[in-house]
Structures are given as structure tokens and as C-alpha cells.
């Protein structure tokens, strides 16, 4: 049974998803920092790739890292923080936040909400919008893609 919008004026609505970019980000190997309050902690550097969607492409930088959180009740949480450099030259910093998280029966929950910034100009959209992500590990190769959606109404 669905409940009632609570305002049944406003139609509900879920926001809709267009693809921005994916990205081959080259990894190096886990460094493990020690167990902490809350789990184990780890580094992964970020060593470089590259990356394609409909508006841009271009390299990923080599000098990022994804620090990582492995909890005690099994659910990772990762910060990846890394540049990528678009054919033109521009600078984009992106920002992914992760949550994978076991589930029985079924492959990994994994997905990420992004903090994109560009320059002003070209890409500079880049800065107004809401972004969601997905990760996929590709071991044995040292990899993952991350796949980019903006959100629009």
C-alpha cells in the first residue's frame, strides 16, 4: 500500500537521470592506514585513466586518492577526491562519495553522490547541477569505472 502524497497538488515526480560521463580510473595497490573508531581505514591512490561522455573527454589525472572506510557492520564508505583534464585543457575537480554495501542474494549496493567544480566557461554547467554515480570494480585489472548522471526535473 503507497501513502497518500502528503501535498496531493504537487504531483510526485522522481527526478530523471542523463548519462554525463564514464571514466576508466587507474588504481594502484590498497594501503591499509589501521583500524579507527568507527573500522578499518585505507588508501587507494588514484594513478590516472580516462574519460567520455556526450559533451566532454578527456584523461584522468594521476595524484588523486580514495581514502576508504571499511565499517564494522561490512558497508565501505569511500572519498575519492582526483582531477580530470578535458581535451581542452580545462580542470575539473570531482569529489565521489560511495556507499557499497553487501547484500544477500544480490551483487553489491554501490552507488555515490559527486561534487563536481570546472572552470567558468566551456563546462562550467558542470557547476549548477546534482550528480549521482555508480562504481564498478574491473580486478584483476588495477580499475574501476564510475559512471556520472546528472539529475534534472
Known amino acids: 500500500m503507497t501513502e497518500p502524497p502528503l501535498l496531493p ?3 510526485l515526480v ?3 537521470a542523463e548519462f554525463v560521463w564514464e571514466a576508466l580510473v587507474e588504481i594502484a595497490p590498497t594501503r591499509m592506514l589501521g583500524e579507527g573508531p568507527l573500522g578499518e581505514r585505507r588508501i587507494v591512490p ?5 574519460f567520455a561522455g556526450p559533451r566532454l573527454r578527456g584523461r584522468v589525472l594521476p595524484g588523486g586518492a580514495d581514502r576508504q572506510l571499511l565499517r564494522r557492520d561490512g558497508v565501505k564508505r569511500l572519498e575519492a577526491l582526483y582531477e580530470l583534464e578535458a581535451e581542452d ?10 556507499v557499497i554495501a553487501p547484500r544477500e542474494g544480490l551483487p553489491d549496493y554501490r ?11 566551456p563546462h562550467g554547467w558542470l557547476n ?6 555508480t562504481l564498478h570494480p ?14 534534472g526535473l
Not at 588514484?46 to 580516462?50: N, Q, Y
Not at 585543457?89 to 560511495?98: D, F, S
Open 9 to 11: 497538488e504537487m504531483p
Open 14 to 16: 522522481p527526478p530523471r
Open 46 to 50: 588514484i594513478t590516472g585513466g580516462r
Open 89 to 98: 585543457g580545462a580542470v575539473i575537480t570531482v569529489l565521489n562519495r560511495v
Open 111 to 121: 552507488a555515490s553522490t559527486l561534487e563536481i567544480t570546472a572552470p567558468e566557461g
Open 128 to 133: 549548477r547541477l546534482a550528480f549521482v554515480g
Open 138 to 151: 574491473l580486478a584483476p585489472r588495477p580499475a574501476v569505472l564510475v559512471r556520472v548522471f546528472s539529475l
